[in-house]
């Protein structure tokens, strides 16, 4: 296999950028959701209810994960890239234009699938453009552009947010997803000869179609309230707004659209392409798999911790998903174009690599989440951004470790430097498990965070890159969907079951304190009380951390195993799947 060409390099460098560009999405919406609540018609108070926000993203975002990362070993990197920044650019347009909390969910979900795809199609290009012993450095690089994502996120939401409302975020998402997906698509053709001239006809129906989607979600008074235009706001039957003249001319628009992609000579979106490569993929097999999936994310993204570790509904959820998957097994065993490939995973190194990933996010998650808090309990009760600013000591040094990850795997083993950064974030994990109230206020206190954020980082681009040598080209797609897949399972199954664990520890020291009414006799004793509180916190937020080291110490133990015959291997340009569009 030959290096890359400029172009090649181009095309890997706006797959990158797309990634840190979608996570840094993630975080943005962090910042926003209180407001996006009050837009759909939800009160603070109301947090519960708004829980389908967050969850709808997750369920996008990993339910379809394996299906897309077929689709890109079936279809190419490149078309699978653009259609991921389509779709997320859809979502953003719907959930900016959206009415209630069904019609956010609903963008949230496209910005899921949009968001996700784009990972598992970059990694696979990265494979397909360098053999083995030269993916370190670029899959070190994608996976820091993808953290510096998390680091950006918050500080763009919150400069978007002092100059205008939560709309203007996926405003900008919608029009960054656009320039991306066309950038995209260009530099793929141009790899792959001469650029065609783009479908004009095509591009208009499009833009029509969006804005008749605008109109008919948004609803804007101006229009609506006038006497002639007004008339394409009113239903033509019932009251729903998706049976107005304007809804069905964007009906009528669609299915020109689709029409035209399906004729064209050079259409805006080859559909027969795309119809070819529906054949070869396991439908109800991708079901099944996303119903287990889809069970597992609502039975941990909905808990409440203080109760149980998965949401009351959890039982249920958890064993539909075990049929499903059941289900999935036996059809992807019987199936003529299984959707997992027979011994796609069949190497140690390959499986093995979701087993770390998984506790990787396990570990991963603990510190996104219980760093700020523990900020917020000890020395900034007071501000969220101050606390949340604790959290971003970590987050630099993300993207810093996956650098020099990659390049450490020049010439080091994956699994030594996989178990390398696990051990040192289990050491910071140990650091923070003895933090007392106001250890956070000495300069030291950077260090575990720093030292955290390093392994974490580390491990990172060895995970991907032996995943990657341990499995044909022709399923890198997939595959890589899968390892994505697995650390989100961790990261949810994670922050549930520690956080559990910590509150129980929580409960374990409250026992034994007086009642309020027992101690507050005075300032003083109040005062006390509010102190000893605060210590029965500290133990449940130690606890977590303590659960998190032991996390990471399984993934460095695991990485030795399960890596220990990973090696750098060449392998054939032969049938390799393309990255052209």
């Not at 008074?221 to 009113?234: D, N, P």
């Not at 501000?383 to 450490?408: E, I, W």
């Not at 430097?417 to 000495?442: D, I, N, R, Y």
């Not at 032991?550 to 291997?569: E, H, K, P, W």
Request: a positive charge; glycine letters at 10%; one cysteine or more.
């Amino acid at each position: 296999m030959t290096g890359p060409t400029r172009a090649q390099r181009v095309l890997l460098a706006l797959a990158a950028v797309a990634v840190g560009f979608a996570a840094a999405d993630t975080y943005v919406v962090v910042l926003a959701l209180p407001d996006m609540m009050t837009g759909v018609g939800l009160s603070i108070d109301e947090l519960q209810r708004a829980a389908p926000i967050v969850s709808g993203f997750l369920l996008g975002y990993v339910a379809v994960l394996p299906l897309i990362g077929r689709v890109a070993d079936l279809r190419g990197r490149t078309p699978v890239l653009v259609g991921s920044l389509v779709v997320f650019a859809l979502g953003s347009l719907v959930t900016a234009a959206s009415y209630d909390l069904p019609s956010m969910v609903a963008g949230r979900f496209l910005q899921g699938v949009g968001g996700g795809g784009l990972v598992p199609a970059t990694l696979a290009l990265v494979a397909d453009l360098y053999p083995p012993a030269r993916r370190g450095v670029p899959l070190g690089v994608v996976g820091a552009v993808q953290e510096l994502g998390s680091v950006v996120g918050p500080l763009y939401g919150a400069l978007v947010l002092a100059v205008a409302s939560w709309h203007g975020i996926f405003a900008i998402n919608l029009a960054a997803g656009l320039v991306l997906a066309a950038a995209l698509r260009s530099a793929g053709r141009r790899d792959a000869g001469p650029v065609d001239r783009p479908d004009l006809v095509g591009l208009a129906l499009a833009l029509l179609a969006a804005l008749l989607l605008t109109l008919v979600m948004l609803q804007p008074a101006s229009l609506a309230s006038g006497v002639t235009v007004g008339l394409a706001f009113l239903p033509v039957t019932g009251e729903s707004r998706w049976l107005t003249p304007l809804a069905l001319a964007l009906y009528v628009v669609v299915a020109a659209l689709v029409a035209r992609c399906l004729t064209a000579r050079r259409p805006l979106v080859d559909l027969r392409a795309w119809r070819g490569v529906a054949a070869r993929i396991d439908v109800p097999g991708a079901l099944l798999l996303g119903l287990a999936l889809s069970g597992v994310i609502l039975a941990f993204a909905t808990a409440d911790p203080e109760v149980a570790v998965f949401s009351p509904a959890g039982p249920w959820l958890l064993a539909g998903s075990a049929v499903a998957a059941v289900g999935f097994g036996w059809r992807n065993q019987v199936s003529a174009h299984p959707l997992v490939p027979h011994g796609a995973l069949r190497q140690t190194p390959a499986w093995g690599a979701l087993l770390v990933s998984f506790f990787v996010g396990a570990a991963l998650i603990a510190a996104l989440v219980d760093i700020p808090i523990f900020a917020r309990l000890t020395v900034y009760p007071d501000s969220q951004l101050l606390a949340a600013l604790v959290l971003v000591r970590l987050l630099v040094a993300l993207p810093v470790g996956a650098l020099l990850g990659g390049y450490l795997l020049r010439r080091v083993p994956p699994g030594v430097v996989t178990a390398a950064g696990m051990l040192l974030a289990c050491l910071g994990f140990v650091w923070m498990a003895q933090w007392g109230l106001t250890s956070l206020e000495e300069p030291v206190a950077s260090v575990p965070l720093v030292a955290a954020g390093l392994g974490f980082g580390l491990a990172l681009a060895p995970v991907n890159a032996a995943l990657l040598a341990a499995t044909e080209d022709a399923v890198h797609g997939v595959t890589s969907a899968l390892l994505v897949v697995a650390r989100m399972v961790g990261m949810l199954v994670g922050i549930s079951a520690l956080t559990t664990i910590g509150l129980r520890r929580y409960y374990a020291v409250q026992v034994d304190l007086p009642t309020p009414s027992e101690v507050c006799a005075s300032g003083t004793q109040c005062a006390e009380y509010t102190r000893l509180l605060k210590e029965a916190g500290l133990a449940q937020l130690q606890t977590v951390f303590w659960g998190a080291a032991v996390c990471a110490a399984v993934a460095a133990v695991l990485a030795v195993v399960v890596f220990r015959t990973a090696r750098t291997r060449d392998v054939a340009a032969a049938g390799r799947v393309g990255f052209g569009a």
